[in-house]
């Protein structure tokens, strides 16, 4: 009878350096976490982002309608939105008040076709994001990174403050100091909720 030893034995299984499956196992687990944790982390700094930009095309667009207001002693409200100066008007970016802030060839109220909003050109995606949506007629419209319009108060009844729009009911008593103010109904694409993104 032949006695195997180890020494006699054959070698079925490779020995020497390399990884058991457990490694293996474990190895991939942790890379999957991390890989997950980076993601989320991407997630968070581009909606920091977009909210950045939302932020600086809305104050872009706060100095462009003040700049109007410079040049042309009046806010640049369009015939469609002008009433009696009683309460504040809330305009959106689209082309009435656009097209007023470009040289457009619609827009009687800048007969000088003088240029007074600098903002980059919206993305080619489908819908158009974050910028200006230029029209053959040299005026546009405007949209935030979520593809929304902005919207704008403005102090037509020039006392020195804005109703604030998010106050009780979306009417309330709270006051807003500034002449103009704008905001972005944010990632959820409604208005008075809590993503929404304000200049005050």
């Known amino acids: 009878m032949k006695i195997l030893t180890r020494a006699t034995c054959p ?3 490779r020995s020497g350096p390399g990884f058991t499956l457990l490694e293996l196992m474990i190895v991939i687990t942790v890379i999957s976490i991390l890989a997950s944790l980076g993601f989320v982390g991407a997630k968070r700094v581009l909606l920091a982002a977009k909210i950045h930009q939302a932020k600086a095309s809305m104050h872009s667009l706060i100095q462009g309608i003040s700049a109007y207001r410079t040049d042309y002693g009046r806010y640049p409200i369009p015939k469609s939105h002008q009433r009696s100066g009683k309460t504040d008007t809330v305009l959106v970016t689209n082309e009435d008040l656009i097209d007023i802030l470009l040289p457009s060839d619609e ?4 007969p000088r076709r003088e240029v007074f909003l600098t903002e980059r050109n919206a993305t080619e995606s489908d819908p158009p994001r974050s910028g200006v949506v230029f029209n053959n007629d040299g005026g546009g419209y405007l949209v935030d ?10 102090d037509t009844n020039f006392d020195n403050r804005l109703l604030d729009p998010f106050g009780e009911n979306g009417r309330g008593s709270k006051r807003i100091s ?3 103010a704008a905001w972005s109904l944010g990632p959820d694409g409604e208005e008075g909720t809590s993503d929404d993104i304000r200049t005050w």
């Open 11 to 13: 070698r079925t299984f």
């Open 107 to 110: 827009a009687p109220e800048n």
């Open 145 to 154: 990174p979520w593809a929304n319009h902005y919207r704008v108060l403005i």
């Open 178 to 180: 500034a002449s103009v």
